[in-house]
């Protein structure tokens, strides 16, 4: 098993006529001198940096690259004020680097967060809090974070923060200021403190760019860099990883000098089923909802609202992509079972949304996409959820195929740190296979944020010079959603002779689909709705545009129509059973003309 929710129907064995030609080109060269078996977020950025230095990389993820705890996060690129309490200073200066770094390397996707923490009381839980960071468990009833205390830690963190003078000091906001900024505020409170972190609007996107830069880096070379999803570790044969192509059920063997297991919560299941039964992993599951609500929308003026909830839990309200995340929830999981956001939890959410708004409604109505995920986070015993360690370590043991080969387990991660975590895993395989790094990625430009145009002047010049007869909005368009790797997207609409919008989803274009299915490793419905593109995130999948869709990119892939029956029924099930969408999979879909 690797980085995907354990029943994740998109992963679903659907016919097919032939190999894939990326599981082909692993078939006909069934060596390499790195395997790394999940491609979540810290998978594809350690291929990303071992092709950089010229390593032969497979890279090869079970479901989708990122489906799994990596397409559940909260969308944060965050240096982690709360580890603080919790003594992780490592892991706070490290998170705060990274995220300024991100924000220079990934522009087109990594933009800054103004985040706002509104304050209830001046001195409340400066007795739990070294009871907290010394024991590691909440004891009796939760008392929210006063003035003084989040005062105390905000100024540790502004000294991690500075960058150059780029990342504002924090700020602190009286009533009267606090209400004229967020009027719909709970009118209780007595003081706003404002600091910056950063969001990464489209994270799948970012992911998928990594894994373009890890297989541009082969190109012309002696190294190769391949990447594959749904394909799974099952076991080992002959001294190799024993694989299945999930998609045909083709089974076959890999040898490779370094194993790396990158599979997030999975990680002690793919031990398992490699032959090395491990118990490195306590997860803990996390889940969110998306809501159309205007009015809370307009309420979070353009920032994050972060707050504590009187139970401890730490709560995030933040307009994305004009909807509004609210999250998340700390509750330990069985990554063997599906991770799903329920009804208990929805209601929890609009307690909290109450608990900072009290007169903006929120109801079911609203909830335009929902998602749930397990944290890879390291086994804890008796430790809080909320006080698990969300720092890494790298764990080395052998394969139990031939007894020598060593296999590099990853504890823990997170989104904010996958840089400098694939730059520790990179340096460990190096070692082990006796080589050096010889290219770093501390300052290296990512996808299609190379040239991304950095201020409004620039943005109308590169529109200008690249749209290549599309109309500058339609240009303009595709460089928010790709950054500078549009000038791909716009060259391939141009080849096409019959480019048109789609009726149900006029932002999109048949060409633009046509180009995401064949260009970045589609091979399932929902790869292209929920991570190809952000339809279903902002409520955008309705019945018409999952038919259009369905059948265009049936089409697109040649399915048969039992194919694109079976392919709908998959979709379906995934879309409703994790995300709580509304559709249905009638046996014969509209055709697309």
């Given at each position: ?25 692993i ?36 479901s ?20 603080l309490?919790?003594?992780e ?25 103004p ?21 590691h ?19 540790g ?16 906001k ?63 044969s ?20 370094v ?31 998306v ?120 504890v ?29 990625t ?37 460089l ?69 869709l ?44």
């Open positions: 098993m690797t980085d995907n929710n354990a029943s994740d129907t998109s992963s679903a064995h659907s016919p097919a006529t032939a190999l894939r030609s990326d599981v082909q080109a078939i006909d060269r069934p060596s390499a001198q790195v395997l790394i078996i999940g491609g979540g977020i810290n998978g594809v950025g350690t291929f990303r940096d071992l092709a950089l230095q010229g390593v032969d990389v497979i890279l090869i993820e079970r989708d690259f990122v489906s799994g705890a990596s397409a559940a996060s909260s969308h944060m690129i965050h240096g982690g004020v709360r580890y309490e919790n003594g200073f490592r892991l706070v200066r490290e998170s705060v680097q990274e995220r300024n770094r991100l924000m220079r390397l990934a522009p087109h996707y990594v933009k800054p967060l985040t706002t923490i509104p304050i209830f009381s001046t001195f409340s839980g400066i007795l739990s809090a070294p009871l907290r960071l010394l024991t468990k909440q004891g009796g009833k939760a008392k929210e974070r006063g003035a003084l205390l989040i005062k105390v830690g905000l100024t963190y502004d000294s991690f923060s500075r960058d150059g003078g780029s990342v504002p000091r924090h700020e602190f009286g009533h009267k200021k606090s209400m004229q900024k967020f009027p719909k505020l709970r009118d209780s409170v007595k003081y706003t403190a404002r600091y910056f972190d950063a969001a990464v609007e489209n994270p799948e996107r970012l992911a998928l760019d990594i894994i373009g830069d890890g297989r541009a880096a082969a190109t012309g070379g002696t190294a190769h860099a391949r990447s594959v999803n749904y394909v799974e570790a099952i076991g080992d002959e001294g190799g990883v024993l694989l299945r192509d999930t998609v045909s059920g083709r089974e076959f063997s890999v040898k490779a000098d194993i790396v297991n990158t599979s997030g919560p999975w990680t002690d299941l793919t031990n398992k089923a490699l032959g090395k039964a491990t118990s490195y992993m306590g997860g803990t599951k996390g889940s969110h909802i809501l159309d609500n205007p009015e809370l929308y307009t309420a979070c003026a353009g920032g994050e609202i972060f707050f504590e909830n009187n139970d401890g839990r730490i709560v995030l309200i933040y307009p994305l992509n004009g909807r509004v995340l609210v999250g998340t929830t700390d509750i330990d999981a069985d990554p063997s079972e599906p991770s799903v956001c329920t009804e208990e939890e929805v209601d929890y959410f609009f307690e909290l949304v109450s608990h900072v708004f009290p007169t903006i409604p929120v109801d079911r109505s609203q909830i335009v996409f929902r998602y749930s995920g397990i944290r890879p986070l390291p086994k804890h015993d008796d430790t809080a959820p909320g006080f698990v360690s969300r720092d890494y370590r790298i764990e080395q043991t052998v394969f139990a195929g031939d007894k020598k080969t060593p296999v590099l387990s990853l823990g991660g997170k989104w904010t740190t996958w840089r400098a975590l694939s730059e520790h895993l990179t340096n460990e395989a190096l070692a082990l296979l006796k080589k050096s790094r010889t290219v770093s501390e300052d290296l430009q990512i996808g299609g944020g190379v040239g991304f145009p950095a201020t409004p002047a620039a943005t109308k010049a590169w529109v200008a010079e690249h749209s290549a007869g599309l109309s500058p909005e339609r240009t303009a368009q595709l928010k959603r790709y950054g500078t790797k549009a000038t791909a997207v716009i060259a391939h609409i141009a080849e096409q002779p019959d480019d048109t919008p789609l009726t149900s989803l006029p932002e999109y274009s048949t060409a633009e689909i046509d180009y995401l299915v064949k260009s970045e490793y589609v091979v399932h419905l929902t790869d292209v709705v929920l991570r190809r593109t952000i339809v279903a995130f902002v409520g955008g999948l309705t019945q018409p545009v999952f038919d259009e369905s059948a265009l990119i049936g089409k697109q892939l040649g399915w048969s129509a039992n194919q694109l029956t079976s392919e709908r029924s998959l979709a379906v099930e995934n879309l409703v059973f994790f995300h709580g969408l509304s559709l249905t999979a009638p046996a014969v879909a509209p055709a697309h003309s």
